[in-house]
């Protein structure tokens, strides 16, 4: 095993599949205790339970991250579980495809609150810990629709995904003081479950994508690795463009 990340604590929303699981099993892959969260609890549980069946050191727990009252509750949780948090991969979140002109305010509303004003505060509760610590990680999955607007996924999803850019600049400014780094990553096309099912999963990838393949979770869970590993010490407030070229 690749101790990159020995001795340190991730805590991956969103964990039980797709993208977050692959980070959750990326990260325990090079030596970090894994908090798999997820609202839904039997994904966050067979995910963990995997990754323990693999000699990895994981828990579950159940944390639907638009119960905003119970976030400071969540994260302490989280915290008992292995003492600290080092690592916060932020991957909870829903994607849309209603047309501009369709977009309602309870629709838009609801995108912001999954999207964006969770991850706020979920990150806010996390960022008090690792100041405490002196040492943090956070990574952010924000889109390719953040840098050119939505043209596969709606102008909500396009725009909570733009607002996490600047989310994770803000905490990069406040947290480099205290040896805490803040970075988003933006993938641009990746086959995981929720992207098979929009539209362009049924186009072929070699007409549009330079590299000729959509992505993987993988590929992003290596972009993770980076953010979340020492490796990218002076590295804050950036944001990772994973998408094969599309963005060119």
Known sequence: MNRLLDGRVAMVTGGGRGIGEASARRLAEYGAKVIVADMDAVSAHAA?????????????????????????????????????????????GIAGTTPIEEITLESWDRMMDIDLKSMFFVTQAVFAIMKEQGYGKLVHMSSLAALRGGRSSDASYA?????????????????????ITSNAICPGNILTPMGKTMSWSEVDPKTYIPMGRYGTAEDVANAV????????????????????????
């Open 48 to 92: 963990a339970e995997e990754l323990t069946a693999r000699g990895y050191d994981a828990r579950a727990l159940e944390f639907n991250v638009a119960e905003f009252e119970k976030i400071p509750v969540k994260v302490a949780e989280a915290k008992r579980l292995f003492g600290r948090i080092d690592i916060l991969v932020n991957v909870a």
């Open 159 to 179: 725009c909570a995904k733009a607002g996490i850019l600047n989310l994770s600049k803000c905490f990069a400014l406040r947290g480099a003081s205290c040896h």
């Open 225 to 248: 690795l980076f953010y979340a590993s020492d490796l990218s010490d002076y590295v804050t407030g950036d944001a990772m463009n994973v998408n094969g070229g599309l963005y060119m």
